[in-house]
């Protein structure tokens, strides 16, 4: 499900910063971004063996409207289940 949200922002600022504090300028809060990510990573070995999960990640990870950008290193990999592919 794909939602759109659109907000409003002019600015007379010599350079518009393009990160998330555009977003707060817009009227925008993490809670009107907030969404649900997933993706399938494969591990392949060296006997060319693959496995695949998916990884689920709820956005986004920390305050990005005040900070502008956030980051995550995902080490628990516990939540995710490999199959042989």
């Given at each position: 499900?794909?939602?759109?949200?659109?907000?409003?922002?002019?600015?007379?600022?010599?350079?518009?910063?393009?990160?998330?504090?555009?977003?707060?300028?817009?009227?925008?809060?993490?809670e009107?971004?907030?969404?649900?990510?997933?993706?399938?990573?494969?591990?392949?070995?060296?006997?060319?063996t693959?496995?695949?999960?998916?990884?689920?990640?709820?956005?986004p990870?920390?305050?990005?409207?005040?900070?502008?950008?956030?980051?995550?290193?995902k080490?628990?990999?516990?939540?995710?289940?490999?199959?042989?592919?």
């Open positions: 499900m794909l939602i759109l949200i659109y907000g409003e922002y002019s600015s007379d600022d010599e350079q518009i910063q393009h990160d998330g504090t555009i977003l707060s300028k817009a009227g925008l809060t993490n009107d971004i907030k969404c649900k990510v997933s993706f399938d990573i494969t591990i392949e070995l060296v006997s060319e693959k496995f695949t999960g998916t990884v689920t990640l709820e956005l990870i920390g305050d990005v409207i005040t900070s502008g950008t956030t980051n995550y290193e080490k628990d990999f516990s939540d995710i289940i490999f199959k042989r592919s």
